[in-house]
């Protein structure tokens, strides 16, 4: 008799195997050809709905669509940049090819060291697409052209004036122009790089219309900065700054909204109003397309940065492209937090001067989960809104694994510190352990908010298989939206270097 039950059970087990399986790989050729499974009943396994409800948005959303995300995971660390602008004395600018993804290593420079340019003068061009300009940030002395390993230009490095020049601009009117005549000017006077493309997250090809543009104007990032102190006194800028991209589309500009608080972008006009509560990643704009409408078959969506957008609608506003940026920066590392008003590719010694607290610390350009490590002597990428501060984890915890004890971030429970939800952490970079065998665990899929399967698909990457990439979602991802899984991971593999690895594959496909 037992021999007959444990038979049946191991049959049925075999049968539910086989099913999910199947299922899964349904859903994986659906969206490969298109379909959203999000809206059709795709798979072997019937969906059913008893009575699901929409959720309730908050009382001041009056209308736009409300996105309540359950997954995800909020690391609360200490010390946010307070609302407070900083001083500082900042006197060179750099502009970084390497921050611009799709363009050759060694550009065609147009300036040589010594030469005198104002803010908005072409610094160089890819070779590819020459009429595509990336300018300078600030007027001034070009005092140094640095390179990296063979001969790539890592920094073109401009000692600013004390008066800003900026080069004049006749923008065309907005009302008139043809999109064609608004790209052109866009590319020459330095509003296009702003512009990035997904799939693959890349510099966008003007020759393609993309199917919708998304900007996120909020970040769920660790020690992020709120935007609405970004974008203040820039409000005009902003608006005009859609007003533009509406005319680059033929589909929407998709705004997203952090839907816990209110926010003045909601009466924006020329744009789709999506509102968005939960924990992080909900700030990324790849969950905001994931959600409103995701990337099926060739679609391509273009993407923005808020203070990118305000620097386009500065070209119509101002007669100048505005590269002023204001940069948060936080961390216990540091005397005061708070914000630094100054000009993108800024340098990152200048912006700490004397508000570093001795010790070993990491100088990390961005967000803890992104950001790049940097030295006094680095710059900015142009995107970059925020420093973090963060002590170097450069030592050895005695049976840390084994007796976890001091409160430290974790998407697991095994810390006492998950029963004070409000606690926040001072963090180190000790990653505490190292790379391991890489195992399913259903990690990723429990912090990232998007219908896709994560640890299949960075497997995928590992074995080179684009068909399952594609499938697996891969052209909706960028690193940003992989940061939290690479957080969570026990297997301590660097999931972000592996996405973008199958990501350069996939366009190298094209």
């Known amino acids: 008799m037992l021999s007959t039950v444990l038979i049946i059970i191991g049959i049925l087990l075999l049968l539910a195997v086989i099913l999910s399986v199947s299922d899964n790989l349904l859903q994986i050729e659906a969206q490969k050809s298109g379909i959203d499974i999000n809206k059709e009943d795709v798979g072997v396994i019937p969906k059913f709905s008893f009575g699901k409800s929409t959720p309730k948005a908050p009382a001041f959303i009056k209308s736009g669509s409300y996105h309540k995300l359950k997954k995800g995971f909020d690391i609360k660390l200490d010390k946010e940049a307070d609302n407070v602008a900083l001083p500082a004395a900042i006197n060179t600018f750099a502009v970084r090819p390497m921050d611009y993804r799709g363009i050759a290593p060694i550009p065609k420079l147009e300036v040589e060291v010594g030469s005198e340019v104002k803010a908005g003068d072409p610094i160089f061009y890819n070779k590819a697409n020459p009429d595509i300009k990336y300018v300078a940030p600030v007027s001034g002395e070009v005092v140094e052209v640095r390179r990296g390993a063979k001969r790539a230009i890592s920094e073109v490095v401009i000692l600013a004036d004390k008066k800003m020049n900026y080069k004049s601009i006749s923008a065309p009117d907005l009302g008139k122009v043809s999109r064609e005549e608004l790209i052109k000017f866009l590319m020459a006077n330095g509003g296009w790089p702003f512009i990035n493309k997904r799939p693959f997250d890349v510099i966008a090809n003007p020759e393609e219309t993309p199917r919708d543009i998304f900007v996120s104007a909020f970040d769920t990032a660790p020690l992020a900065p709120d935007s609405a102190i970004l974008l203040k006194g820039k409000e005009k800028d902003f608006q005009m700054g859609i007003n533009v991209l509406a005319k680059l589309t033929d589909g929407d500009v998709h705004l997203g909204l952090n839907g816990a608080t209110d926010n003045w972008m909601k009466d924006l006009t020329n744009a789709e109003i999506h509102w968005f509560t939960g924990k992080h990643p909900a ?33 119509f506003t101002k007669g100048y492209l505005d590269l002023s940026r204001r940069v948060a920066v936080a961390g216990t590392s540091l005397n005061k937090t708070g914000y630094i008003n100054t000009y993108m590719g800024a340098n990152v010694g200048e912006i700490l001067s004397d508000n570093l607290v001795e010790g070993n610390n990491r100088i990390i350009a961005g967000d803890v989960l992104t950001g790049r490590k940097v030295s006094a002597e ?14 170097e984890g450069d030592y050895n915890e005695f049976l840390g694994w084994l007796l976890p004890l001091a409160p430290r971030p974790s998407a697991s429970n095994t810390y006492p510190n998950f029963l004070f939800k409000d606690h926040k952490f001072e963090p180190d970079t000790n990653t505490r352990g190292e790379k391991r065998a890489f195992v399913v665990s259903g990690q990723y899929e429990s912090v990232l908010p998007m219908d896709i399967f994560p640890q299949h698909l960075m497997k995928a990457v590992l074995a080179n298989d684009y068909e399952r990439m594609e499938g697996l979602g891969i052209n909706e991802l960028s690193e940003e939206d992989i940061a939290i899984c690479e957080f969570a991971c026990t297997s301590k593999q660097p999931l972000q270097k592996i996405l973008r690895q199958g990501l350069d594959m996939m366009r190298e496909q094209l």
Not at 378 to 391: G, H, N, V
């Open 283 to 315: 700030g990324n704009v790849g969950v905001h397309i994931h959600h409103v409408a995701p990337i099926r078959g060739k679609d391509i969506v273009w993407t923005l940065s808020p203070q990118g957008v305000a620097s386009i609608g500065a070209l």
């Open 378 to 391: 680095d710059f900015l990428s142009s995107e970059t809104d925020q420093i973090s501060i963060a002590k």
